[in-house]
């Protein structure tokens, strides 16, 4: 089997739904054979090591460690699932101070036992912050470090499809941007459903508020749905992420990114953003004035829940970030 490179992943929370999902994934993907599961739970990685063994990759080289310095050591692509997962009843939020702490000591460890790492993708929730604080604490360039946002556009996509019953890839333009959460900023302005613009559609305004709903509260109704948070599609976006970075086809979905301009200071957010092997490059969101004022208000809320993680110390203040990472 031909693999896109040999270089080695790192998949930390490999025992999980998400972490199982996105070894087979990689492999299935054939993305690189050299994958380390990593895990602080010992009896769920040696079974996820089995199933995987079990499949019979060709030419696959997977190991798995409870170590963090054999696991971490020589990667340089990391993705994280690391973190504590939603259950019912709970918004991402609501997880906000205790993933941090674990993303402040998954970005330690990435300056600690690699930091010539190439790309590292965070996606436990709040994605956002838990990604600006692994930044914040790796020592690594903001193009290096991205955070899964493009559920959110993939289920206004799907909404969408359902609603004019088309197939899913018929819908373009469907893009959430700011905040993975309950605060993103949904755009509608840029939708065309099978090449015909959105507004031209006649799409009521109650229908719309239904489909922002529900695109809102994907996740929610999933852990509904399911007993459990999302596993399958996180993983899958992730994997089609670092196959990006690591040279495969370009991942065009919106990603979490660091961003630091005259509009928007120092948060990770969901814009309009390209992954390739250099990295993750982003430009303005274009929107309606509407669209705008729900962008400002997303990305006030992500202020909030980072300036919550400066008070509970996990973060030091904006003005001192250099210190521990002068890429800021």
């Known amino acids: 089997m031909k693999y896109l490179t040999n270089e080695k992943l790192v998949i ?10 996105m070894a087979q994934s990689v492999l299935m993907l054939g993305l690189t054979p050299n994958v380390c599961l990593y895990d602080i739970y010992e009896p769920g990685l040696k079974g996820v090591l089995g199933e995987i063994d079990h499949c019979a990759f060709e030419g696959a080289n997977v190991t798995a460690t409870i ?3 054999e696991a971490f050591t020589g990667a340089k692509y990391i993705i994280s699932s690391g973190g504590a997962p939603r259950k019912e009843g709970m918004t991402r939020e609501d997880l906000l101070k205790g993933n941090c702490q674990i993303a402040a000591e998954f970005g330690d460890n990435i300056k600690k036992y690699c930091p010539d790492v190439k790309h590292v993708v965070v996606i436990f929730n709040p994605a956002d912050v838990t990604a600006l604080t692994a930044l914040i604490h790796s020592g690594l360039k903001p193009e290096q470090l991205t955070s899964l946002a493009a559920l959110d556009s993939t289920r206004l996509q799907e909404a ?14 469907a893009h959430t941007y700011g905040g993975h959460g309950e605060a993103m900023a949904v755009f509608a302005s840029q939708v065309k459903i099978d090449g015909k613009p959105l507004a031209e559609c006649g799409l009521s305004a109650e229908k719309w508020a239904d489909i922002k709903l529900r695109t809102v509260q994907g996740g929610s109704n999933i852990i509904k749905l399911r007993g459990r948070s999302s596993f399958q599609s996180p993983a ?4 089609k992420m670092i196959e990006a970075a690591m040279g ?21 957010m969901a814009m309009p953003s390209t992954i390739d092997a250099t990295g993750v490059h982003f430009c303005a969101p274009k929107g309606t004035a509407e669209e705008m004022a729900d962008l400002k208000k997303s990305y006030d809320h992500l202020c909030k829940m980072r300036d919550e993680i400066v008070s509970l110390g996990i973060v030091p203040p904006v003005s001192e970030w250099k210190s521990l990472n002068p890429n800021l």
Request: with cysteine; hydrophobic share 40%.
């Open 12 to 21: 930390v929370g490999a025992g999980g739904m998400i972490g199982s999902n």
């Open 67 to 69: 170590n963090p310095e």
């Open 160 to 173: 969408l499809a359902q609603e004019f019953g088309v197939q899913q890839c018929k819908v373009t333009g």
């Open 236 to 239: 899958y976006q992730a994997v």
């Open 248 to 268: 495969g086809d370009k991942f065009t979905w919106p990603a979490g990114c660091y961003v630091n301009n005259a509009v928007f200071q120092n948060v990770m």
